[in-house]
């Protein structure tokens, strides 16, 4: 019953093939057996909570296995946003505090912080191309090589050079479109950094994948690649 109450939430999981679905599903398993949830502020995560999570965050690995998030084990579930210290020194050595408004997070050795408000929010967000999940576990995916960089651990059909090369061609191209004021397929805050480029590329190219290969159809190229997946052709095929 949750498993199909899951697939209804969330239209771009129910848009892969039944073979896809039902490995998804299996998948999903696996990652509640290996991996532990907590809930922060009093939150108690449920079944329903830890399959909505679990789904989403398998999506990505469908064709890499899930050995690729074996590298950390908890998943911190908060309400909603969640505020978090920072500490920035500027250049004269002065070391400035602030406080930063996160909807996840994701680091090294885990454990991966999540907003309920937003990954429950996520069957409707997916139309602007956004999704906290699939966000903090494409960083995930990202840090596995030790750095977060946009560079992946790559699979051999892919060369590292091949990568940077299309993801530096695509970011320069998109923050041009942000510096100019351009409506895009992608959240603004893929700007940043290249490593948060990859990350809103992942979200898009899952949740709304049309979009993101009618703006950026090389970059839809490289992560269908990656991923191993062309979710632009499934969403198609389910109209
Ligand atoms: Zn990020």
């Not at 002065?94 to 408000?117: N, T």
């Not at 009618?214 to 109209?239: I, K, M, N, T, V």
Request: net charge negative; aromatic share 10%; charged share 25%.
């Amino acid at each position: 019953m949750t498993w199909r109450r899951t697939l209804k939430r969330f239209p771009f999981l129910q848009a892969l093939g039944a073979d896809d679905i039902a490995k998804l599903r299996r998948m999903t398993s696996l990652f509640l057996d290996r991996k532990e949830f907590s809930g922060a502020h009093g939150l108690a995560v449920t079944d329903d909570m830890a399959v909505a999570i679990a789904a989403q965050a398998c999506l990505p690995v469908l064709h890499l296995g899930l050995e690729a998030y074996d590298g950390f084990v908890g998943i911190v579930v908060h309400p909603g946003q969640a505020v978090a210290r920072r500490h920035a020194t500027d250049d004269d050595g002065i070391v400035h505090e602030y406080d930063e408004v996160l909807a996840g997070e994701a680091v090294q050795g885990g454990p991966v912080m999540l907003s309920w408000r937003d990954v429950r929010a996520s069957g409707s967000t997916a139309d602007i191309g956004y999704n906290v999940v699939i966000h903090e576990f494409a960083h995930v995916l990202d840090m596995a090589n030790g750095v977060a960089d946009g560079v992946p651990r790559l699979p051999t059909r892919i060369s590292r050079t091949a990568w940077q090369r299309t993801l530096s061609d695509e970011y320069a191209k998109f923050c041009g479109r942000i510096d100019s004021d351009e409506t895009t397929a992608l959240d603004s805050y893929g700007a940043e950094a290249p490593e948060e480029f990859f990350a809103v590329a992942s979200e898009a190219f899952f949740v709304s994948p049309r979009d993101l290969h009618a703006e950026h159809p090389a970059l839809y190229a490289l992560l269908a690649q990656f991923y191993a997946q062309d979710p632009a052709s499934a969403a198609r095929a389910a109209g």
